[in-house]
């Protein structure tokens, strides 16, 4: 588990392609001294096991499955990407809870200054766009953001310079894509939600029916 604030930008210094994956080295200013072989790291926030370690890089493995549903197929030697340390138990969660499990990409289809920030705006299926809500949180490449806005295909947010500056958005280009991550919390509520069918017959062997209903909801003030 993961927070979202990249401890480091590294660099992809290798990219093997292998059985349908990757085996990515990733040059690092990170203490490798402190990571040990099968921990996590978040590259791009994306969970990776760490199965190699050099003087100034480790070495993770891109599963096929991985492969297919994020963006780290379009890695490249040099390209840099964001980085963070898996969360231990007592740190500070200045962001917000990130698993490292990627539920979809999107596609950054603008961006422009606003004051102090700049505005990007993401294209996204419909499927995982559903689960954003305005002042609610995503993980775009690992980074814990805030949503400004949603609409029925995208969203957008705000950059504040310490973020353009600490992360890889400031490379970013209209066009590319991102890896994007969900507030988990968002993905149970629905799964709670769906098995709350008020007009469903209760048999005496039927599982307790969640008390987490829209109406529940509506009744305390969330929706």
């Given amino acids: 588990m993961f927070t979202g604030l990249i401890e480091d930008v590294g660099e992809v ?42 003087d100034n890089a480790f ?36 962001g917000h809870l990130v698993y490292g499990h990627v539920d979809g990409v999107a596609r950054l289809v603008s961006r422009r200054a606003d004051g102090n920030a700049i505005r990007m705006a993401f294209q996204m299926e419909s499927s995982v766009n559903r689960y954003l809500v305005p002042k609610g949180s995503v993980a775009i490449d690992g980074i814990s953001l805030t949503v400004n806005t949603v609409s029925d295909d ?3 947010i705000a950059v504040i310079p310490h973020t353009l500056e600490k992360t890889t958005l400031r490379q970013r280009k209209v066009g590319e894509l991102v890896n994007i991550e969900v507030d988990i919390f968002a993905k149970f509520a629905e799964r709670l939600l769906a098995g709350s069918d008020e007009t469903a017959p209760v048999r005496e062997d039927s599982p307790a029916r969640s008390p987490l209903t829209e109406a529940f909801l509506a009744g305390h003030g969330f929706l």
């Fill in 59 to 94: 070495e993770a493995d891109v599963s096929p499955e991985t492969f297919s549903c994020t963006a780290l197929g379009a890695l490249a030697p040099h390209t840099p990407v964001n980085l963070e340390r898996a969360l231990r138990l007592g740190d500070r969660l200045g």
């Fill in 13 to 54: 210094r290798e990219v093997r392609r292998q059985a349908g994956g990757l085996v990515l080295t990733v040059r690092t200013a990170l203490p490798l001294a402190e990571i040990q072989l099968g921990d996590s790291v978040a590259v791009n926030g994306v969970c990776l096991t760490v199965t190699a370690l050099h």
């Fill in 154 to 156: 995208g969203f957008a």
